[in-house]
């Protein structure tokens, strides 16, 4: 397992990988945030200055909520700012969970102290000096800045197999071991599936190809039975 990827079983017994974020990818998903607020405070700007001192008194407000109710509102309803979702990151809860409301507005307040003395020098060395990536405003919160994985390619695979009843019970280990394998074969290749399946030739009776593919279809039984 990559050191920046870290794994999560929930109460049901699904384990959930999460592969963190770095510093380079989110500093890119900031940098697209801040050219979208940049466009609307142009064209805002424009707007409100046929309205004289009252229009900049509104673009001072439209600032200031904008700043703070931008990255809060979008990572608590989709996940995300745009500028994370268009770079593949989202984030979510030390857990795996949904991000929370609270936990949001307080990772995004914290972005005060982030930035200090300037261009997030002290949420970048923070960054650096946790394995999950975290800066000060995610260890308070308790949140994760994390890709999205694409999950039409591992659920791709159990569609070809006709799913076959297991032969005894398996304990909840031995089926998320069984899902893990069918889910993880276009990453492995040919002779390492082969290579792991002969390890349960004495259980299975059958080996090499047939082995892979009698695999494939107890894993697509098990998927099947536990929706």
Excluded at 7 to 24: H, K, R, V, W
Excluded at 42 to 64: D, H, K, N, P, R
Aim: glycine share 8%.
């Amino acid at each position: 397992m990559l050191d920046s990827t870290i794994s999560y079983e929930t109460p049901e017994g699904i384990q959930i990988q999460l592969p963190i974020a770095g510093p380079l990818v989110r500093s890119l998903a900031w940098m697209i945030d801040l050219l979208i607020r940049g466009v609307i405070y142009i064209l805002a700007a424009t707007g409100l200055s046929y309205l004289g001192e009252v229009g900049q008194g509104l673009m001072l407000i439209g600032l200031f909520f904008s700043e703070w109710l931008y990255p809060t509102i979008f990572e608590a309803v989709k996940g995300g700012t745009p500028g994370k979702m268009l770079m593949g990151l989202y984030v979510t809860m030390d857990d795996g969970t949904a991000l929370t409301w609270q936990a949001s507005l307080t990772r995004n307040l914290l972005r005060v102290v982030d930035f200090f003395p300037f261009l997030y020098i002290t949420g970048l060395i923070c960054v650096l000096c946790n394995a999950q990536f975290k800066r000060l405003g995610d260890l308070v919160a308790g949140s994760l800045v994390v890709y999205k994985e694409e999950t039409k390619k591992l659920n791709s695979i159990n569609l070809t197999h006709t799913p076959r009843a297991l032969p005894f019970p398996f304990s909840a280990g031995e089926q998320r071991t069984l899902l893990h394998f069918q889910d993880r074969q276009q990453d492995i290749s040919t002779g390492r599936q082969v290579e792991l399946a002969n390890l349960l030739e004495p259980v299975i009776n059958c080996k090499d190809q047939a082995a892979v593919e009698l695999l494939n279809e107890y894993a697509a039984w098990v998927r099947g039975a536990s929706k």
